[in-house]
């Protein structure tokens, strides 16, 4: 009895054996800051660039003998690279779950990146997703993400002065004026909350990858419309689709076109703005919000301060409302994902589902074409679009 029960104990240790490197090859990662840095009880002031033509921040990085352009982007609990231009010297790890703009949910491969320098900070065994990019923003090479405050270092964005502040020293911003908000983690990036009516409240991811200033969710909308004493915010309605993620668009629903009294951000109001409802990705403060004050992370009391350029209790935004969105069709083509009824857009005859085929004679094969076309200002283009029926008619309008 004892040599059959060496012998099954033997066959079983063999068969873990074999099946031990499949187990690795799915291996799954975990949220990990298990990185790090090159420097102690410092505060690193870095240059930022702006990206052309929008708000968002871009921080030069060196990875190797190579120069890079990385979003800087508060809505990423990692950092990431693409798997379309991947960064040589990178260690894969394995597989992780991760969600999108629109909160889908993809299994994604992660890696290690090599030593990653910012300014003079180096990152060392830095751990980043790797994405499909369904759109090729200008120059971003990858993606730095919340990680670095979640390892516990301080953040000032203060594009104002074209600068990023980075420190280990816990005290650096304690004393400075502002507006305090505490901020929460879900799924790693910060939730705090603001107030779009009277009444009001809710809890919004703050999301430097987004370039809009305010977005609300729909069932957020829906909670809150009761409540709006004002029902001349609501400006419009109509079906669609407009956010995109890397997973893809989110699904088509009714659309709620808003022009907000105010948006209070820890007891600061932005009057004056306008914005629109989301279906999927959850209610978010985006880049915009880094025109009107620099924004510090201070990891250790969970604290958001937000600091107002022009040093009052308001501002103005004024901003324009999203009057139309195009976004790739199921076979990939530009089509008309979102009109409004009130625009220049409607009224010219575009409608929703319509797919762009030519523009001024130009065939737009894609909607990575479409993404490549630059408009001209002011310009009348002739387009020729296929309508849900598959009729073919030529729209003119200025884009």
Not at 307 to 329: D, I, T
Not at 373 to 386: A, D, G, L, S
């Amino acid at each position: 009895m004892r040599d059959i029960k060496t012998g099954s104990v033997r066959r079983c240790i063999v068969g873990l054996l074999l099946l031990f490197p499949l187990a690795m090859l799915g291996q799954r990662a975990r949220y990990s800051l298990d990185f790090t840095l090159s420097k102690k009880n410092f505060a690193d002031t870095i240059a930022i660039v702006l990206e052309p033509n929008g708000n968002r921040v871009l921080l030069p990085v060196s990875i190797g003998e190579k120069d890079y352009l990385f979003l800087l982007d508060t809505g990423a609990s990692h950092a990431v690279v693409y798997e379309d231009a991947m960064i040589a010297g990178c260690e894969t790890v394995g597989t992780i779950d991760s969600y999108d703009a629109n909160d889908q949910k993809s299994h994604v491969q992660t890696v290690k990146l090599p030593p990653l320098t910012i300014g003079s900070l180096t990152l060392t065994g830095c751990q980043a997703t790797v994405q499909r990019r369904r759109v090729r923003h200008g120059n971003i090479d990858g993606i730095i993400g919340f990680d670095l405050v979640n390892k516990g270092l301080q953040m000032k964005i203060d594009v104002e002065n074209r600068r990023l502040v980075l420190s280990d020293r816990k005290k650096l911003f304690v004393k400075e004026p502002g507006y305090r908000m505490k901020y929460r983690l879900r799924w790693n990036v910060p939730y705090m909350d603001v107030s779009p009516f009277r009444d009001y409240h809710e809890r919004v991811r703050f999301d430097t990858g987004s370039p809009r200033l305010y977005v609300i969710n729909k069932t957020s909308f829906d909670k809150g419309e009761p409540l709006m004493a004002n029902r001349e915010q609501i400006e419009g309605r109509c079906q669609g689709r407009w956010m995109m993620g890397f997973s893809g668009t989110e699904t088509r629903g009714e659309v709620v076109f808003l022009a907000l009294d105010s948006l209070s951000v820890g007891g600061y109001f932005l009057r004056d703005m306008h914005t629109l409802s989301t279906q999927q990705g959850n209610s978010h403060i985006g880049a915009e919000l880094l025109k009107y004050g620099a924004v510090t992370f201070i990891p250790n009391k969970k604290t958001m301060l937000f600091q107002p350029y022009n040093e009052e209790g308001s501002c103005e935004v004024g901003n324009k409302q999203v009057e139309k969105a195009v976004v790739p069709s199921d076979d990939g083509l530009p089509m008309i994902g979102l009109v409004w009824e009130r625009s220049e857009a409607y009224k010219a005859g575009f409608r929703e589902g319509d797919i762009i085929v030519r523009a001024d004679g130009r065939d737009v094969g894609s909607f990575m074409d479409y993404r490549r076309y630059r408009p001209i200002n002011q310009h009348v283009y002739t387009f020729e679009v296929r309508d849900w029926q598959g009729e073919t008619k030529t729209v003119m309008a200025t884009w």
